[in-house]
C-alpha cells in the first residue's frame, strides 16, 4: 500500500473507533440532558420511597451477591485452574460461558420451577428477597470465576506455586499467601462487574422475584413496569446508572492504590 | 550418608518415559553442572527430585533420609526456577522471609535472618523495594537469599545465567560461585551451555536421552569424551568457523 493509502485506512479505523464510542457516550449522558430539561419533575421523584426502597434492594442484593459470588466462586476458580479435574472444559464452559449467554428470563423460569410453589425440594422462596439474590448470582458470580482462574492459571504458568511449597508452604497456605494475593485486583475486577451486573439484572429476578414494591421490587423491575410513566423510569435509570459507574471507578481506584497485599498466615 | 543419591530412578508422563534407570550421586559441598540439551530430561529430573514428578521406580535418597514418596514442601529442597520464581507482591524482605513465615518462625527470627541474607549478598538498603524494580542480578541475589533461609539440604538452580546480560553474567557466575563454595549442601545446576560447565567445572554430568551419559570434571569430558555428541556439546558453536 502506497502512503495515501495507509492514511486513509488508519482514518477510516479511527472514525470507527470513535463513532461506536461517541453512541455509547451519547446513550449514556442523554439521560441527564432530558433530567437536566426536566428537572423541575424529576427532583421530586428522587425522594418517592418506592424509588428509595427499590434502590436499596437493589444495592443491598447487588453487595449480597458480590460477596456470595467471592465466597463461593473464588474456590471454584482455584479448582478449575490448577486441579485436573474431569469434564473440566465442559464444566467451565457451563459455570462460566453459558449464564452469560443464558436468556435470564428462562433462568427465572427454572429456579422458579425449582424453588417456587411446585417445588420438588419443598422449598418455596419465590417472591422473596432471597430470589432476588439467587436470580442475580446466577449471572454476576461467573465475572468473579473467569477473572479469579485467569489469574491463578496465569500465576501457576510463572511456578510461583512450586516455589512457594520448596520453600515450606502448604497448599492452603500457597492458596492464601500466593494465588489470592497476586490475584487481589483480579478478584476485586471481577467483584466489580458482578455488582454493576446485579445492578441491571432483571429477568431472572422478574419470573422468580416478581415485582412486590417495598419487597422484591428493584431498580430494573421499577423501570420495567413503569415505563409508561417516563419521569419516574428515568429517576430510577439515573439512580442506577450513577450508583453503577461511581461504583466501578470506586474499585478502579481502590485497585489502582493498593497494590500490595501479603495475603494471610 | 550426607549429599543426594539417585537410585534407579524411572520417571515421566503418562507411560512415556523420560529418565529410564537413571543413577546420579552428588555428594555435600558439591556443585554438579548437570548439561544437556533441550528435551534431554533436565527438567524431568529436576521435577522428580523437587517432588512434582514422583518417580514409577527408584529412589531419592538426601541427607540420609528416603524422600521419593514425600510432598515437595517436606523434602528440604530449594528450587530456583530460571526466571527466579520471585513473588510480585511482596517486597524483597518479604521475598526473604517467607519460607521462615510460612513455617510459623517468630517475626523476631524473621527480621534477624532476613537482615543477615541481605548483607550476605550485597542486598543491604534494599529491603523495602519490590523485587519487580530490581535488575536480573539483585532478582537473582534476593532469590538465591530466599533459598538460603530455609536452610535447605539440596539446592537446585534451573539455568540461573539465561536471563543475565552478557556483561555482568562473569559477575554474577562468580558470585554465584563464592557462595557455592561456602555451603555445606549438595547443589546442581542446570544448564545446556558448555560455558557454565567451563565456569562452575569441577564436576560435570552430561545428560542424554533421560540418562547421565558421562560425568567428570570439565577438562576430563573435554579431553575424553565418550561419544561425538558430548564432544560437539562442550565446544563452543563458534569453533567450526574458520
Same mark, same amino acid.
Not at chain 1, 99 to 119: N, R, Y
Not at chain 2, 3 to 17: E, K
Not at chain 2, 153 to 159: A, G, H, R
Given at each position: ?200 439484572? *432483571? ?63 | ?22 543413577? *546420579? ?20 529430573? *529436576? ?196
Amino acid at each position: 500500500m502506497r502512503a495515501g493509502a495507509h492514511r486513509t485506512s488508519m482514518i477510516i479505523l479511527y472514525a470507527l473507533g470513535s463513532l461506536l464510542l461517541a453512541w455509547f457516550l451519547i446513550i449514556f449522558f442523554y439521560q441527564y440532558i432530558i433530567a437536566i430539561q426536566k428537572i423541575d419533575k424529576i427532583l421530586p421523584v428522587f425522594a418517592n420511597p418506592r424509588i428509595l426502597s427499590a434502590l436499596w434492594i437493589s444495592v443491598s442484593s447487588s453487595c449480597i451477591t458480590a460477596l456470595l459470588s467471592i465466597f463461593f466462586g473464588v474456590p471454584l476458580a482455584y479448582i478449575f485452574a490448577v486441579k485436573n479435574i474431569r469434564y473440566k472444559s465442559l464444566l467451565e464452559t457451563l459455570m462460566i460461558d453459558v449464564p452469560q449467554t443464558f436468556p435470564p428470563v428462562a433462568e427465572g423460569i427454572i429456579l422458579f420451577m425449582m424453588l417456587g410453589p411446585d417445588s420438588p425440594f419443598g422449598i418455596n422462596i419465590a417472591y422473596t428477597y432471597l430470589a432476588i439474590v439467587l436470580a442475580k448470582t446466577f449471572v454476576c458470580t461467573p465475572f468473579v470465576v473467569s477473572f479469579a482462574a485467569r489469574k491463578f492459571r496465569e500465576t501457576q504458568t510463572t511456578g510461583a506455586d512450586i516455589t512457594a511449597k520448596t520453600l515450606g508452604a502448604s497448599e492452603s497456605q500457597v492458596f492464601w499467601t500466593i494465588f489470592v494475593p497476586i490475584a487481589f485486583k483480579d478478584i476485586i475486577a471481577g467483584t466489580a462487574l458482578c455488582w454493576a451486573r446485579g445492578m441491571g439484572e *432483571l429477568g431472572g429476578s422478574l419470573i422468580f422475584a416478581g415485582i412486590i414494591p417495598f419487597k422484591t421490587e428493584d431498580i430494573p423491575t421499577f423501570i420495567a413496569v413503569n415505563s409508561s410513566a417516563l419521569i419516574p423510569a428515568l429517576a430510577a435509570t439515573i439512580l442506577a446508572t450513577t450508583a453503577s459507574l461511581l461504583a466501578l471507578l470506586s474499585f478502579k481506584a481502590f485497585t489502582k492504590e493498593r497494590t500490595t497485599w501479603k495475603g494471610f498466615f | 550418608m550426607e549429599g543426594l543419591f539417585l537410585r534407579n530412578i524411572t520417571a515421566g508422563y503418562g507411560d512415556y518415559d523420560v529418565l529410564t534407570n537413571l543413577q *546420579l550421586e552428588v555428594p555435600a559441598r558439591t556443585t554438579l553442572v548437570l548439561l544437556g540439551v533441550s528435551g534431554s530430561g533436565k527438567t524431568t529430573l *529436576l521435577k522428580t527430585i523437587t517432588g512434582i514428578i514422583k518417580p514409577k521406580k527408584g529412589d531419592i535418597i538426601l541427607a540420609g533420609k528416603t524422600i521419593t514418596q514425600l510432598p515437595i514442601e517436606q523434602r528440604s529442597i530449594s528450587y530456583l526456577p530460571q526466571n527466579y520464581g520471585l513473588f510480585p507482591h511482596l517486597s524483597v524482605a518479604g521475598n526473604i522471609a517467607y519460607g521462615l513465615r510460612v513455617r510459623g518462625v517468630s517475626q523476631e527470627e524473621q527480621k534477624k535472618t532476613v537482615a543477615g541474607l541481605l548483607e550476605f549478598m550485597e542486598l543491604s538498603g534494599y529491603e523495602n523495594r519490590s523485587v519487580t524494580e530490581l535488575s536480573g542480578g539483585q532478582q537473582q541475589r534476593v532469590a538465591l537469599a530466599r533459598a538460603l533461609a530455609v536452610k535447605p539440604k539440596l539446592m537446585l538452580l534451573d539455568e540461573p545465567l539465561s536471563s543475565i546480560d552478557q556483561a555482568t553474567k562473569f559477575e554474577v557466575a562468580t558470585h554465584l560461585k563464592n557462595l557455592f563454595s561456602n555451603l555445606e549442601i549438595p547443589i546442581i545446576l542446570v544448564t545446556h551451555q558448555y560455558e557454565d560447565a567451563q565456569f562452575f567445572g569441577a564436576h560435570v554430568a552430561v545428560m542424554v536421552q533421560g540418562v547421565i551419559e558421562q560425568a567428570g570434571s570439565y577438562d576430563e569430558l573435554r579431553a575424553h569424551p565418550k561419544t561425538p555428541f558430548i564432544k560437539k556439546l562442550l565446544i563452543p558453536f563458534t569453533a567450526g568457523i574458520k
